[in-house]
């Protein structure tokens, strides 16, 4: 498989970011959460919150298995099945996906493009309306006109059927297949799985492993990441121009030389890292702060 991504690809990942922080966030508590870009494709959570840590490898697969909706491998067709009890976090995650499906998945992969990309819709739907799909769809110029026909076309056979198998939430189901992030099932759930340190070096793409600041997850892109070599090439331009100024300074060239990277494009995630580590240690010297209040004797 080729390690190589496309911008139109990362949105995927921008996706899976919000909708599963959100969802770490505000269904299970988890304060500490570091996300950070893989090198190449992907983006890795780290939960560092000490009840966290101390999670067994079952808990953590029910976790894994909540925030999993895309089930089956290549010979299933259907992926996502909903029914009328929608669940809340299924609902947040579509009004995620909304904002960025028509963009994503009709302007940019173009998922109705064609009879062959079209048929992979219909097999997410009921033979019910088949016929209705394909005349619409080959009488429509584009993968938004055919998406807005298949829509139409759902909406009129809830209207004249009581069946199931054209709810509501079909719609819901084909997006969610296509949009919805998978997880790493088996780096989630083990305890002594090896794991990716941030700001480590993907040895395919060479870039570096950076944490990725949640305030501005729309604007990251992983192709002005750095890169080890671009660093490289920064601290040689930083060392010559020191080298260029009078060499009796009072600093020591070490301490000189570990502050470098804050002029380096490494800067702004190192930022973003510290604020983390910041956030982490106030939490626990104030869990300390409590056990010694408990411990008092009054």
Not at 96 to 125: M, P, R, T
Not at 260 to 289: C, H, I, M, W
Request: aromatic share 8%; glycine share 4%; net charge positive.
């Amino acid at each position: 498989i080729s390690a190589d991504i496309c911008s139109k690809c990362w949105t995927l990942m921008t996706m899976a970011i919000l909708i599963i922080d959100r969802a770490l966030k505000e269904v299970f508590g988890f304060k500490h959460r570091l996300w950070v870009y893989s090198g190449r494709r992907g983006v890795h959570c780290w939960v560092c919150d000490e009840s966290v840590r101390k999670l067994s490898s079952t808990v953590r697969s029910g976790i894994v298995e909540y925030l999993s909706l895309v089930k089956g491998g290549q010979d299933v067709k259907k992926k996502v099945h909903l029914n009328e009890k929608v669940h809340p976090f299924v609902r947040r995650s579509i009004n995620i996906i909304k904002k960025y499906f028509e963009e994503y998945a009709l302007v940019g992969q173009d998922i109705l493009e064609n009879k062959e990309s079209w048929d992979k819709i219909l097999a997410l739907v009921p033979e019910a309306i088949h016929a209705d799909l394909q005349q619409g769809f080959q009488k429509c110029h584009s993968s938004l006109q055919r998406w807005e026909h298949l829509k139409k076309t759902i909406a009129k056979h809830q209207n004249n059927t009581k069946n199931d198998k054209c709810a509501p939430w079909l719609e819901w189901e084909i997006m969610l297949q296509y949009c919805f992030p998978r997880l790493d099932i088996n780096v989630s759930k083990g305890i002594n799985h090896l794991l990716k340190s941030p700001f480590s070096v993907h040895p395919k793409t060479g870039r570096i492993s950076v944490p990725i600041n949640l305030q501005k997850v729309d604007q990251f892109d992983p192709f002005t990441v750095p890169t080890i070599s671009s660093i490289c090439r920064e601290l040689d331009a930083i060392s010559n121009n020191e080298e260029e100024k009078e060499e009796n300074e009072a600093e020591s060239d070490i301490k000189r030389r570990t502050r470098d990277y804050k002029k380096t494009s490494l800067a702004p995630y190192v930022k973003v890292f510290e604020q983390f580590l910041e956030n982490l240690d106030k939490s626990r010297k104030g869990e300390l702060l409590k056990k010694s209040d408990l411990q008092k004797d009054f």
